[in-house]
T-cell receptor, first 112, second 116 residues
């Protein structure tokens, strides 16, 4: 699986937007970009995923660079509940392999 | 909405004992994954099953085994437990085996195993 690089930690103020970057310079044409987050003492939780176009859902937005070598997860208004470790994960859309590989996520801290 | 159910939520075992963790996927989900998360670490993939067959294997010790049953629930069997097996064990389920496409994995709340 292609490697992703994320900042170790980021800090945000409550009710402000948060932009979480992810670099994936070796991404292949069939890799989907997935984001999961893990709140303290809970299992990972799906956030959003995309291939080429920007994506929006009720939780967040995903902005994908035109060359697909980087992406940004956008939380429009951070709340205290958004404090978690955020993982950017690449998944090959043509591969039958199943697992998500977690590693090197960003710990987001939200200040009241 | 129904979620992934794991049991037990907490388990304390002594060294060299055996443990069985159970996972009940979301109804109609056909794929189950097991992850191990040690203190301060990222979740590590152990093994997965699709339609009751093992589909992928990660860093699962030989002392561990798992299977998926006809009702799609899964069990992780752990024998000769070691202190280092103390961790959170997460189960996840999805509707298709290929997460690269338009499927997401739903995780349970985990089983906290403590080996003393």
């Amino acid at each position: 699986d292609a490697k992703t690089t994320q900042p170790n930690s980021m800090e945000s103020n409550e009710e402000e937007p948060v932009h979480l970057p992810c670099n994936h310079s070796t991404i292949s044409g069939t890799d989907y970009i997935h984001w999961y987050r893990q709140l303290p003492s809970q299992g990972p939780e799906y956030v959003i995923h995309g291939l080429t176009s920007n994506v929006n859902n009720r939780m967040a937005s995903l902005a994908i660079a035109e060359d697909r070598k980087s992406s940004t997860l956008i939380l429009h208004r951070a709340t205290l509940r958004d404090a978690a470790v955020y993982y950017c994960i690449l998944r090959d859309g043509n591969k039958a392999g199943n697992m998500l590989t977690f590693g090197g996520g960003t710990r987001l801290m939200v200040k009241p | 909405a129904a979620g992934v159910i794991q049991s037990p939520r907490h388990l304390i075992k002594e060294k060299r004992e055996t443990a069985t963790l159970k996972c009940y996927p979301i109804p109609r989900h056909d794929t189950v994954y097991w992850y191990q998360q040690g203190p301060g670490q990222d979740p590590q993939f152990l093994i997965s099953f699709y339609e009751k067959m093992q589909s992928d294997k990660g860093s699962i010790p030989d002392r561990f085994s798992a299977q998926q049953f006809s009702d799609y629930h899964s069990e992780l069997n752990m024998s000769s437990l070691e202190l280092g097996d103390s961790a959170l064990y997460f189960c996840a389920s999805s509707l298709e085996p290929n997460l690269g496409m338009n499927t997401e994995a739903f995780f349970g709340q985990g089983t906290r195993l403590t080996v003393v």
